[in-house]
């Protein structure tokens, strides 16, 4: 009776960490002895070699995975200023080149910066303060270390370089189509 219940102790205490990934290591023999059994030497057997080459693919898995985040971190977009501002209560956009002397009441002229404007300033919809704007960014494509390189095309936005690769493409096309008139 005493070794069947040693016996589910000794289950009890393997099976505590059964749902954790195993982790190589030197096995040894039980260290489970009776009052009249003299102490045993326990010894250890060799490496699994195929927990140990999980272990290296499991390493090289967590070394790409912190080289790609460290990759992720490097990529800063530079980003520029539209020149507007939006009202983040009534979605109304205050652009810098119309100002809003166009509104009612308005008395910001056409090229003043919203920096420039007053700090008592408010919005000409819904009366919010000037803190409730935010500024509207456009992102630029690309490592903001790169943007000075190249013909000036790594300054672009999306729009520009799409603008300028279909120009360039259209431009070909009416080339081409214009070869036929000279007959």
């Given at each position: ?13 393997l ?12 096995v ?28 290296s693919?499991?390493?090289?898995a ?41 509104m ?11 920096t ?29 270390v ?13 729009g ?24």
């Amino acid at each position: 009776m005493l070794s069947k219940m040693l016996l589910v102790v000794a289950l009890c205490l393997l099976s505590v960490n059964a749902f954790t990934a195993p982790r190589p290591m030197a096995v040894q023999k039980s260290s489970i002895r009776f009052m009249s059994e003299e102490p045993t030497e326990t010894t250890t057997s060799e490496i699994d070699p195929m927990a140990e080459a999980m272990d290296s693919e499991q390493s090289q898995a967590m070394e790409r995975a912190r080289r790609a985040d460290e990759l992720r971190s490097q990529e800063v977009f530079m980003k520029k200023s539209t020149g507007k501002f939006a009202c983040m209560n009534c979605d109304w956009v205050f652009d810098e080149t119309k100002g809003d002397s166009m509104m009612i009441g308005g008395q910001i002229k056409p090229g003043t910066s919203f920096t420039d404007c007053p700090s008592n300033w408010r919005c000409p919809v819904c009366r919010a303060s000037k803190d409730s704007f935010r500024e509207d960014m456009i992102e630029i494509p690309g490592f903001a270390v790169n943007q000075g390189y190249g013909f000036g095309t790594n300054g672009m936005t999306a729009g520009q370089k799409n603008g300028l690769v279909f120009g360039g493409l259209a431009a070909f096309f009416v080339l081409f189509i214009g070869g036929y008139a000279l007959n």
